[in-house]
Structures are given as structure tokens and as C-alpha cells.
């Protein structure tokens, strides 16, 4: 807990005590449900909410906007965003019903007023949304091919709409195809060995590859 009070300095009281109790949360229920890996169970505020975070750090969503989790999992990077963006809207899709049961349980124990669940495979979504944020979920020429058509047009944020992927290891093949994506290595943002061969994407509402 201490690393995210460390790099986000302004959390209130509530943003706070809504951070301090994912830890115990997902202990609970990793017992149930492999939510996540229980290897990363000691590590889930570097390797899963302050990974989520370093979106934070690329942009700052302005009150209003609408973000779509897709693949969310346990809730990441969804829950901590929804957490430090409580004026902005978040959609949380994942086609794994017990996945999505946990993390509504999550959302009524931090009173999240903000985030709404959907059980869904990515292909199946007709929802319009500001941004598309992915962490490890598939290949980005299937990521714009599942969202083609679902960004709202009008941008209301400083960056254009469009998706914000994290993603691991060698991924020049797999943006070879995109002549506007920006990539941003969170080793720069965050200064810790985990996050060596990781990096943020960033892709324009739209495009094809």
C-alpha cells in the first residue's frame, strides 16, 4: 500500500481506505476463485493496481469520461482507475461470469458508484465509450477489431480518444502494422525491476492494422 501512497500523493481519506482493502479482498477470495495469480497475492499493489495505475500517469480522465475494461478479470486495470476517477465512468467487461460475480462483490464493498459490469466476449460488445484500456488480453489487430465502431467521436480529454493497452516482452511485430501508436516504457514512470520489459500503448480511436 505504502508504494501507491508513494507515487499518488493527493489520494482522500476514501480513495485511501477503498485502497487498503483490496489486499484483503482478493485474499478472501483467492481461497474461493483464482481471481488472480497467488503468487502475486504479497504483490497486488505493485504488479496489479500500481500496473493499473501508470494509466494515471498518461492521462488524467477528465470528469464524465467513459472507460471500457475489457478482459478485466479481477478488476484490473478497471477498479483502481474507477478508485482515483470516481467522476469518471467505468464499464468492466469479462466473459467469465465467476470473475465478474468477484468483482462485483468488490464493487459494493468499496461503494464504487462509478463502474458497471458487464458479462460479455469482447466480439459481442455494442457500447460507445471514450477509451478501450486492456492489460494482457489479446493481440492489438484483434483489440481494434473489437472496437471498431464503439468510440464516441467527440474527445473531451487532452489525448484522442482510443485504446490504452499494457502489455509485456517483444510487441514491435505486433504494432509493426500501426503507423500512429505511442509507446511508453513504465520503467520510466515507475522505478521498479517488475516493470522492466513493460510498457503502456497507446493507440488512436479507429484505426485499422
Not at 65 to 70: F, N, P, R, S
Request: hydrophobic content about 40%.
Amino acid at each position: 500500500m505504502k508504494i501507491i501512497l508513494d507515487e499518488f500523493e493527493n489520494l482522500s481519506e476514501k480513495q485511501i481506505k477503498q485502497f487498503s482493502r483490496l489486499k484483503k479482498f482478493y485474499e478472501f477470495w483467492n481461497n474461493k476463485i483464482n481471481v488472480i495469480s497467488r503468487k502475486d497475492i504479497q504483490y497486488i499493489y505493485l504488479r496489479h493496481v500500481l500496473h493499473s495505475l501508470v494509466i494515471a500517469k498518461f492521462i488524467n480522465f477528465r470528469n464524465g469520461t467513459k472507460v471500457l475494461d475489457l478482459g478485466t478479470g479481477g478488476g484490473f486495470p478497471g477498479i483502481p482507475l474507477a478508485i482515483l476517477f470516481p467522476n469518471s465512468k467505468f464499464i468492466l467487461v469479462d466473459s467469465i461470469k465467476k470473475k465478474i460475480k468477484v468483482v462485483d462483490e468488490l464493487i459494493k464493498d468499496l461503494k464504487l458508484e462509478n463502474v458497471m459490469l458487464i458479462c460479455s466476449r469482447a466480439e459481442d460488445m455494442d457500447i460507445k465509450y471514450d477509451f478501450l484500456v486492456t492489460r494482457a488480453v489479446a493481440k492489438m489487430d484483434k483489440i481494434i477489431k473489437w472496437s471498431k465502431g464503439n468510440f464516441n467521436h467527440n474527445s473531451i480529454n487532452d489525448i484522442p480518444n482510443g485504446i490504452i493497452a499494457l502489455k509485456g516482452g517483444d510487441i514491435h511485430q505486433e504494432l509493426s502494422c500501426l503507423k500512429s501508436k505511442k509507446i511508453v516504457e513504465i520503467k520510466k514512470i515507475f522505478d521498479f525491476n517488475y516493470f522492466k520489459d513493460k510498457k503502456l500503448i497507446y493507440v488512436p480511436a479507429n484505426l485499422t492494422c
